[in-house]
């Protein structure tokens, strides 16, 4: 499974909550932490992820990873368009202005590269 087979099965949201019951199974199995001579519980060995779904795990995280950079930059153009300064985009992502504006700059690129693919 990759993200890219994934990515048009999930919306940012479905993912993201698909991502999310992995992952907590994940932190409830918790073997990888037990002793060498400690015995795992009925609930560690129920929750313990399988190998198709430890690799779902990993491609949702990158899946969710490319709808928030993809929702994060059409919040910037909303922005733009409402009126704020680079500056005050740039203090809104944790960034500088400049940081920002290149940021936004290649993404633009790239979605003009990818329609002309």
């Known amino acids: 499974m990759t993200p890219d087979e ?3 099965q999930h919306t940012l ?7 999310d019951r992995l ?7 918790s073997t990888a932490w037990l002793e060498p001579d ?10 313990t992820l399988g190998r198709d779904e430890a690799l ?4 949702l995280g990158e899946v969710v990873a490319r709808k928030a950079a ?6 910037v153009r909303s922005a733009r368009a409402a009126g ?4 005050q985009i740039g203090a809104a992502l944790g960034t500088t202005k400049q940081s920002a504006w290149e940021a936004h700059n ?11 693919k």
Do not use: C, F, N, P
């Open 13 to 19: 949201v479905s993912a993201v909550a698909r991502y």
């Open 23 to 29: 992952r907590l199974r994940d932190a409830l199995s």
């Open 6 to 8: 994934l990515e048009g």
């Open 38 to 47: 400690e015995v795992a519980t009925e609930v560690q060995l129920e929750t």
């Open 70 to 75: 993809y929702g994060r930059q059409l919040a």
């Open 106 to 116: 290649r993404w633009i690129d790239d979605q003009a590269g990818a329609v002309d």
């Open 56 to 59: 779902e795990l990993l491609a």
């Open 84 to 87: 704020a300064s680079w500056t």
